[in-house]
């Protein structure tokens, strides 16, 4: 799926709408950190921390966009940060370009399971009243 498409710029877009513009009461806590995959920085794209209501979580997503480097860090709304507690994370990454046998072409950067909270199988905790960094080297 490429990260222009409808269908993705829909679920992104739906995401943020849950989220809300307007800050919040809801206690930040300071997450930075760095996506690998397979051994490589992420060279852009998007990580989504979702609150994990199941895990008695509640609050505001967070999301940041991943760096030429690979680091991030979170913004609720528009704060710095992210509410305490169980996350399930997902990271959409923009596409790279490959060389084909025959011409240049497209491929993802990533699988397209992380682009799914329920597919990644990325949790995380973040702890409160103490900076995080939460790094992930995906596979």
């Not at 409808?6 to 800050?23: D, E, F, V, W």
């Not at 490589?40 to 999301?63: E, K, N, Q």
């Not at 990271?91 to 397209?112: E, G, I, K, N, T």
Request: charged share 15%.
């Amino acid at each position: 799926m490429c990260i222009s498409s409808p269908r993705y710029l829909s679920l992104l877009a739906g995401l943020l709408l849950l989220a809300g513009c307007q800050p919040s009461n809801e206690p930040m806590t300071l997450v930075r950190g760095k996506v690998l995959y397979k051994g490589l920085p992420v060279a852009g794209g998007t990580i989504v921390f979702i609150p994990d209501t199941s895990r008695g979580t509640h609050g505001s997503i967070a999301t940041a966009e991943i760096q030429p480097d690979g680091t991030y860090t979170l913004m609720t709304n528009t704060l710095l940060g992210a509410v305490p507690g169980h996350h399930r994370v997902t990271v959409a990454s923009h596409q790279v370009p490959y060389l084909a046998v025959s011409a240049p072409a497209w491929r993802p950067a990533l699988p397209s399971k992380y682009r799914d909270p329920h597919l990644s199988g990325l949790v995380r905790e973040v702890l409160p009243n103490t900076p995080n960094s939460i790094n992930f080297d995906l596979d």
